[in-house]
């Protein structure tokens, strides 16, 4: 089968589209002809060396990847050869709270990854996706879809008529808007862009700040919401960003800390956390269990994730070079 | 000022449209021009002397209405003369748990109502509403609307993508149609009659079921959920309604119990209850800071509740003659 | 190895202790050398053919044992021979909240149970307990201690400070005690033995009710909270006890719907559950997750669950009688 | 009436011990003849300027009060003479979330403090405390006491058989202790000082670490975890406490950020957030609900606060001089 390997920790150059044998089901595995793979920070630090974890080489790269079931093990009932499904970021991790050995079973981490014809995946690995939704658009969910369903509904609680603020238009904050609006509530995003701001606005977005141009932009969150603050954020980014976040929260509000472009690092100041009893929950992509929950609410309101441009299996590295560029608005996609 | 009266619980006999002097305000009190108002089951209740509490007589009565604040005392800071307000049904639930001193100051019921040109409130006891509303849509919201947000949000932690079910097209019904749908929620809901449920799908009910013509609708709600079932439930009729509700929720699932057009009546089957793990809650109405979240809601969706027809004071009478019909779809407003 | 078979379900005739060939063990299976094991009421139910799933004959009895680990299968990480381990009720309830399919693998019901000498368990199904209790008092754990614990504690959010009522001294009611009382709760405890309530007492009831002499005894609940009722009820009972119950608790108290002697029927009033916004949940025992925290609060308190006497497996058939008798005080227990 | 007053917010010697009238009460207050009052860091804070809030001058200073109500308003039937009470720290913060208003009625900050004989309170700002408690112990618990028992229980959900780590023996720490161990959890508790473990062992500590001694305290409360960690902590500390909190706590554990020693400053790792999928809470003492919870507790377990010594109101400035140094364990207390 044709597949992409990181060969080498060290940026671009460590990958390359090769030829593997395509794997045998156990008992309980499925088989999954993946048919899209989209891109996240993690892939790119993975890549970088940069990551907390360190993968063993050669490696398949990608946590997010969708595609439909050809083979399953004598074992297995959940799903059955046509089902369409998404692979989940953490193999294990089914249900209830976040666990260490969660870590153990990170597609295109600790374990093989998507970007490939044929992905080996346990039977309570994978997730069936909605109806309206195409292979590429699934594909952006199991990471960026997941982590900011998560950090908005499962450990923020926003709910209809609560205000949330994003940071930038990456994937995990474009998805987190759509949800917001899905779900009711009001979205304001920040971006140094004014073209990005407009797409953002066609997507829904109550409200758009453009940081670039608006140093002052954490006050002007705080008007907008008469001076209450937003209930609830999405931290993609660490540095500046997370000081204006906390500006931005009204007293008892949520920061959801996301690892973004920035890496997982940076401070937080306890003292803003102090003085408006906030709320801090570190999100690490989320459980199978809530990939559902977020797939009710995507049938139900019918939204399409944005996929910024899609690329072959065979055009991985330039993919990659152009999802470094930072200049894209949602997702970066490959089609296998 | 022109108000009405009920002279004897005995029914509609018991009512009358008659004169007070208008109230003076005390140093924590508001004035309030009322300028519409609705009616519940409850107020049936309470003029046919089958509600659980008994009420002083001569009493004004109605908890559900809007005006515009005319007076403030001396140390209110609240609101001002001309914010436009409802009247919060419990006068001094402001925030937090349930308690049971609440009922010492019902609106309506305990304490004086708002069918009235002058109503005097507690300055902690009125909220403002949003801006899209007229007085009469806002009227809806006190009882029937915040019963159906508690019951659904606050004690049932609907979520976007969860499955509500509604059994028929009254006040609190139509209302949790709303705001599950604005809440990115599917909406189920039941009636006797087809043109109900035409109207019901217009407002956005995701799947509609006559239980006239299908006796088994319990079940083809849960074919409509996959076989999962239902997530939540108003209950607002006891009785057989209750039935097919346990049996249409899900494992876990939550049934709000309501006091509708049947009283407060009627049994639960601990059966159901154990063998689904279900969750049950009783909804006595809602505290202020319910009210200002349904409000956040309501202001983000743009939602309009819906009033079936208005009547004016001097037409009370008549507005409670219909109610009783059950015939309406939504709520019967008295406008002052 | 020898074991007891239920070979038809017609009441204490259908028993018969006979041998089986030792279970071979899979890859994710371990087997466990079961010493003691513990009746509950639906073991009595299963036998007598009224308990509400059909068990395939013939079919070893018991849901809840302990013992030692003997042998893993191959995948197998999570114990090793030698551990000592209680098998969980669901075999395959392992976190997260309640759903379906935990019914098809109950031990002693859709699943072979505990009472025999060896017991092949999934790998995921068992659960080390606290060091300091012995394989009799371990063995009062599976069904009656976790049905405790949920209702109390995961249901119902028990804390310290607040009161928790028990409805008799069955074996889930004094195991809840205990537990209410290591949380730094309050305990009140009704039977209609002063024997039994004196027993109560020494295991730190803070009040004790015989209702067989008080008919009034939920009033004297009341009173005994000051008038404001108890936080938490565990509804072993169903019928007069439920009414009771209900009338005991506090404005916004949780009933914890347990099935036991009676069965798991009866009616709930709506009234009550209505005007005191009441909450109620249906217990059907509880996960692996919430079987760990409830042996790390075991752990940390060094509470001992109460035996009442302890029969040996070849004596099977005197302890289901002596059982039905509901002489009891805490726990009967087998050991093999 | 005698009491004290701040005239300079330049450290002790802007502290006298002085005379004013004896306040009158309006309709909706209550006086109270305070017994005893506690020192708490933010009191020396206010008293050398640094405090986030500016207070005017002269100003009663403390916060945390106890002793009888001595007269009550015409509307005011919460309490009643002779009721033995402590006010809350945010007069009114009565129940719910926390709001930015909470800190209009901050005793000893925006309002007048209860180092004196006579406090005006508003009604619904006292609060009557368990019986076994002398004034002195009382006067512990309305800013240390509730702050501690809002970051263990309200924020953090600690539970019966979870573990929580305290850094030092402040007096939020080891009421924490005592708390923790009256819900039954285990309580491990740090020092620089032998002495002080030996005290905080009598009292019940589970475990004891000298953090001079052992620079690797915080992998050592790994170990006393099994690997597992910690499932809460109170962080008063900042700084390298706050690493060492970071490494100690479980996966999805609960940290509570709260001013202490070294003022509300000092960062967090977003790293140690994310990775571990923590949850971190702001903690401003809490509302009066919070605080009648904990009084039910105390009075269930019938724990009795520390406090290390007592002074004269007119040894105050010496009270003051001596908590600065900081070799209290517990509480220092001023009575009146």
Chains 1, 2, 3, 4 share one sequence.
């Not at 892939?43 to 080489?57: N, T």
């Not at 401070?267 to 570190?282: A, M």
Request: glycine share 14%; proline share 4%.
């Amino acid at each position: 089968m044709k597949c992409v390997e990181i060969v080498a920790t060290t940026g671009i150059d460590g990958l390359r589209v090769t030829e593997r044998p395509t794997p045998r089901v156990g008992p309980r595995h499925v088989l999954v002809r993946v048919r899209a793979a989209s891109l996240n920070y993690r892939d790119a630090m993975i890549l970088a060396g940069s990551y907390a974890r360190g993968v063993s080489l050669p490696r398949i790269p990608l946590s997010d990847g969708a595609g439909e079931v050809v083979e399953v093990g004598a074992e297995v009932t959940r799903v059955k050869p046509g089902d369409r499904v998404c692979g989940t970021f953490f193999q294990r991790w089914i249900t209830g709270p976040v666990f260490p050995e969660i870590q153990d079973t990170a597609l295109g981490g600790t374990a093989e990854g998507v970007l490939t014809e044929f992905a080996l995946l346990e039977a309570e690995g994978v997730v069936p996706f909605p109806d309206h939704l195409s292979f590429a658009e699934a594909a952006t969910l199991p990471c960026a879809g997941l982590t900011a369903w998560h950090g908005l509904f499962e450990a923020g609680n926003l709910r209809a008529g609560d205000t949330a603020l994003f940071l930038g238009t990456g994937g995990v904050s474009v998805l987190g808007l759509q949800f917001a609006r899905a779900a009711g509530a009001r979205a304001i995003i920040t971006s140094s862009s004014d073209e990005k701001l407009d797409r953002a606005k066609k997507l829904g977005a109550s409200d758009t700040l453009n940081y670039a141009k608006n140093p002052n932009w954490a006050a002007s969150v705080r008007e907008l919401t008469g001076g209450r603050g937003v209930d609830g954020v999405l931290d993609v980014a660490g540095g500046e960003s997370t000081k204006g976040a906390l500006e931005a929260l009204r007293h008892g509000g949520h920061l959801a800390i996301i690892g973004g472009r920035s890496g997982p690092g940076g401070e937080l100041d306890r003292r803003f956390i102090l003085q408006k009893g906030l709320r801090v929950s570190g999100i690490n992509v989320g459980s199978r269990a809530m990939f559902e929950a977020m797939n009710r609410a995507i049938a139900v309101s019918r939204l399409k994730p944005v996929v910024d441009r899609t690329y072959d299996i065979s055009e991985s590295i330039a993919a990659y070079r152009d999802f470094l560029t930072g200049k894209h608005f949602g997702k970066i996609v490959i089609t296998i």
